[in-house]
C-alpha cells in the first residue's frame, strides 16, 4: 500500500467502499475539504441522506456544489453528457482540478447496475480531457457481488476509509474490459408480437406505433419509435445482415430487439460520447439511443450484435 | 409470428420554393435512412450555389433521424462559415427533441412552435382566424391561428377587400399567428407593396421571430420597419 500526495492536480478514477456512515464519511469528508482548501471546484452527485450527511460534516458546505437532480444519473449516456457540459464549463472558467463523487445506481441504493459497467469503464477514457478526480464510494453492505467486483475492474485504485491507497489488481483497461452480460427479460421467454426481417427502419418505427399505442405513455413510446429507427438503421448501415427485428409486448412494457450478425461496433465508447462533442456528429444514432430514457442495451453476442430497448413497467 | 410486408408509408417528400433572399426547403414525412440520399442531395444543390442563407420549412416533418439532423447540422456549419444562417421553422416534438440532443441549435436557429396538424399528418385543416374592425386611423385586421394553402384564398379576398377601400393604412395584428407558408406570407407582402404605391402602407404588428425569418427571406423586411414606425 502506498499513499499518493493529495491535492495534486490529475486524472484519477477511484473506487471506495464502505461499511457504516462513519467509513462513507472518512471517505469523502477529507476528500471535500482538501478540495475546497486548494479552491477545487467540488461535485457531489449523492441522495438526499447521504448529502446531509456530508453537509453537517464540512466547514463550509457552500463552497461544495450539491447536485441533488436524481436525473444525473438516469442513464449512462446523460451522466456523461451532463458531466462533460459541466467540467467544460469549470475548465472554461480556470479550474486546474475537478472533484467528483457521486452514487451510480445499482440494485443495493434502489437503482439498476445494468448499462453502469460499461459507464465505469468508459470513464478512464472519456474523462482523459479534463483535470478529474472522480471518487466513486460503493456500499459494500448493500451492493451485489457482481456489483463490487465490477467495481474492482473499473477503477485503476482502491481508496481505503484511513486514507491509504492500493492499486486495483483486477483492473482491466478499456480495451480489455468484459461488460456485465445483459439481464434477460422476462418478455424474452414468450414469442414476440412481430418478427421482421431485413426490414426498413420506417416500418420498424410503424410496427412499434401501431403495437405500443396505449401501452406505454405518449412520451415513451415517441421515444421506443425513435431508438427502433435508429437502431435498424444503424444495423443496416455498419451491421451484416440479415438484420431481424422482434417486439413483445405484455402488461404495459414493450421489448424491441434489433439483430444483425456482424460483430457491433469496435470502439469500446460506442454510444457513450456525446455526439455534439465529435465534430462531424459521428455515432449519433448509437448515442441517442442511450440518451432516451429508456432501458436500452448494446449486446454483444456469438451470433452478432443486438441493440436491445424496452420502456413500461418494470419486468 | 406476423410478418409485415414492405410498404412506401414514411417516404421524405421534398420540394424547394424560391425565396428572395435564398430558397425554402419543404420537408414533409419522415426522414431517415430511406430519404438520407434524397435530403443530402438536396442540401448539397442549395450549398453548392454558394449561397449563405437556407430556410426549411419543417411542419410537415413527422420525424427526423440523427443521420438526417446530421445533415442539417453539417449545413448549418458550412452556412455559418459563410457568414449565413441555417433556420428550420416549426418542427414537430420528436424532431425538435432529436435537435435539441445533438445540439443542433448551436448551428441552426430553429424558429415556430409546431403545427396543430394531427400526428398521422392525414389531415391538414387550417384553423386561421381573421377578424376586421375600424381602427383610429384605418382598419385593424386580426389573423390569429395557422395559415396555409387551405386558407389562403380567404385571406387574399380579405386583403384585397381592405386595399378595395379608401383607407391608406391598414394595420396587421399577428401576433396570435402561429403558422403562415411561403404563399400567406407573399400575399402580406403583396398588399404592403399596393399600399405603399399607392402612397400608404401595412404595419404588421407584433411578428413572431419565424415570421420575421421569412419576411427576410422574400427581403420584406422594410414591413417590419414600416412597423416599427407606425
Known sequence: MKEEPSGRPGRFHEAGFYRSDAEFAALIVPFAEEGVAAGQPVIIGYDERKAGLLRARLHDPDAVTFIADGSLYATPARAIASYWRLFERLTAAGAIQIRIAGDVPHEGNGGRFAGWDRYESAVNTVWDRFPVWSRCLYDATTAAPRVLETVARTHPRIVLPSGQYRSSRRYQDLADFDPLPPDPDPLERSAPAIEMSDPSAAQVRHAVTSIGRGQVSDTALEELVMGAGEAVSNARLHGRPPVTARIWTASRRILIRVHDTGPGPADPLAGLVPAWARPDLRGAGLWLIQMLGLDAALIRSRDGFTVRLAAGSPA | ?230
Open chain 2, 1 to 230: 409470428v406476423p410478418r409485415v410486408p414492405p410498404s412506401r408509408q414514411g417516404a421524405l417528400e421534398a420540394s424547394v420554393a424560391p425565396g428572395e433572399s435564398g430558397s425554402l426547403i419543404i420537408l414533409a414525412g419522415e426522414a431517415d435512412l430511406t430519404g438520407a440520399g434524397k435530403l443530402s442531395a438536396l442540401i448539397a444543390g442549395q450549398l453548392a450555389g454558394g449561397t449563405r442563407h437556407l430556410t426549411i420549412d419543417a411542419s410537415r416533418l413527422r420525424f427526423a433521424d440523427s443521420a438526417s439532423i446530421r445533415t442539417l447540422v453539417l449545413a448549418g456549419k458550412t452556412l455559418r462559415e459563410r457568414g449565413g444562417s441555417l433556420v428550420l421553422l416549426h418542427p414537430q416534438r420528436p424532431v425538435a427533441k432529436v435537435l435539441a440532443l445533438l445540439g443542433a441549435d448551436q448551428v441552426i436557429t430553429i424558429l415556430g412552435s409546431p403545427r396543430t396538424t394531427p400526428a398521422d399528418g392525414r389531415r391538414a385543416v387550417s384553423s386561421l382566424e381573421i377578424s376586421v374592425a375600424a381602427g383610429e386611423s384605418g382598419r385593424d385586421v386580426v389573423l390569429a391561428g395557422e395559415a396555409d394553402h387551405t386558407s389562403v384564398t380567404r385571406l387574399s379576398e380579405v386583403l384585397d377587400g381592405q386595399l378595395a377601400g379608401p383607407a391608406r393604412r391598414l394595420t396587421i395584428d399577428v401576433s396570435e399567428l402561429r403558422y403562415a407558408d411561403l404563399a400567406s406570407v407573399r400575399k402580406l407582402a403583396e398588399a404592403a407593396m399596393t399600399l405603399r404605391d399607392l402612397g400608404g402602407h401595412l404595419v404588421l404588428l407584433h411578428p413572431q421571430p419565424w415570421l420575421v425569418s421569412l419576411l427576410t427571406l422574400l427581403r420584406a423586411e422594410w414591413m417590419l420597419i414600416d412597423g416599427a414606425r407606425g
